[in-house]
């Protein structure tokens, strides 16, 4: 029997997905079990599929184009939207609500406007936030037009063709969104097994829990490209080990099996050197302070997450991480509350206030756009 239901396709940051206004869907049972909803965005997303295409649905067959999001007003003082992110799997009916997608919170407040969720008057206004997935506040400034979102401007996003209107994303109080802090082990590097080896990591999490590795302790340069990481069979069967190990040791599960899809994500990470991008174009070693690969749903981001960037921009200025210690080595004196993340697609600049032992705040612009809206069909 084929439903349909009230949807828009947004396009948030270098992600895509449905959003749901939370009143067109089945109300959740008290005990906020989830499963209604899951047949629902599975099927909608053309989940599950063995070919990994996700051809008879809404996904792309890519964990960042097989998303959604669940948006209601608020009833919380102060606050103007919530919303939940949902993780939908490419080849198994399931949906993982573990973390919070930075590109997509970029899309929220212009599919609320889109919606009616929410009004404003023309103008720069700055909309708060509440995410469901961390129990974070989420803070989006942007530009209102006739009601809705601008979406021009001059704003090049990496991995995005043309230009948008720049959304600023302000996470305050970052630190913990999933562990205990943002050291949730209390170090800035340690030693984890995978594979019979062990390797030296830094376990962060500031909007995000990520494992932090160099390169070359996983026979990687740090700069293949998305698809050259994929193929290397060895080299992902270490970093699906050690992200599953990291996962305990950071304290989202109690054993490795246990591990959620969506959390924590890894960071291959190398020092500066000429990166080959995904347009053939070559991005010179000094125009970056770290190339990156970021591994999500086992698959290497043709970018990089908003907020795995948010996170790199963190452990950048924690002193001792990987991260600290390779632009102290390759930019003296660089260190500062930007970084510079050298992703397959360009440069990606993400920011952190740290002070006072803590970061008390991360930053990042993305661009978004409403691309569709309608009724999504879905099947029981």
């Given amino acids: 029997m084929t439903r349909w239901i009230d949807a828009t396709f947004v396009r948030g940051g270098t992600s895509k997905g449905l959003f749901f206004s939370e009143s067109a869907l089945p109300s959740l049972n008290s005990d906020g079990d989830t499963a209604v909803w899951d047949r629902l965005f599975t099927s909608a997303m053309g989940s599950p599929d063995p070919f990994g295409r996700q051809l008879d649905g809404m996904g792309g067959g890519i964990s960042s184009l097989s998303k959604i999001v669940v948006v209601a007003a608020s009833a919380r003082d102060g606050v103007d939207l919530d919303y939940t992110f949902g993780q939908v799997s490419v080849t198994e009916a399931a949906v993982d609500y573990s973390g919070n997608c930075g590109n997509l919170s970029s899309g929220v407040v212009p599919f609320a406007l889109s919606a009616g969720l929410i009004s404003a008057a023309d103008g720069w206004h700055v909309f708060r936030l509440f995410n469901t997935n961390t129990q974070k506040l989420v803070d989006v400034g942007l530009r209102v037009v006739d009601g809705q979102a601008d979406v021009t401007g001059d704003l090049v996003l990496p991995g995005v063709s043309g230009t948008g209107g720049p959304v600023e994303l302000i996470y305050p109080d970052p630190a913990g969104s999933r562990t205990a802090g943002l050291l949730p082990t209390g170090k800035a590097a340690e030693s984890i097994t995978a594979g019979g080896a062990m390797f030296e990591v830094s376990l962060v999490d500031a909007t995000l829990p990520v494992v932090i590795v160099p390169g070359a302790a996983i026979g990687l340069k740090g700069t293949e490209s998305p698809e050259e990481i994929d193929a290397n069979e060895h080299a992902m069967g270490m970093i699906e080990q050690l992200r599953r190990n990291a996962a305990v040791r950071m304290g989202l599960c109690e054993s490795p099996e246990d591990a959620p899809d969506v959390v924590p994500k890894v960071a291959v990470v190398t020092a500066p050197e000429p990166t080959r991008l995904l347009d053939g174009t070559t991005l010179a070693a000094e125009e970056a302070d770290l190339p990156v690969r970021m591994i999500s749903i086992g698959q290497t981001h043709k970018a990089v997450p908003g907020t795995g960037a948010m996170c790199l921009a963190a452990a ?65």
């Fill in 316 to 380: 950048a200025q924690i002193p001792d991480t990987i991260i600290n210690r390779i632009i102290r080595r390759s930019r003296p004196g660089a260190v500062g509350p930007d970084v510079r993340l050298a992703t397959p697609s360009g440069v990606v600049t993400a920011g952190a206030v740290f002070d006072a032992d803590t970061v008390t705040a991360t930053s990042l612009f993305r661009t978004a756009r409403v691309l569709m809206r309608g009724q999504v069909a879905v099947t029981d």
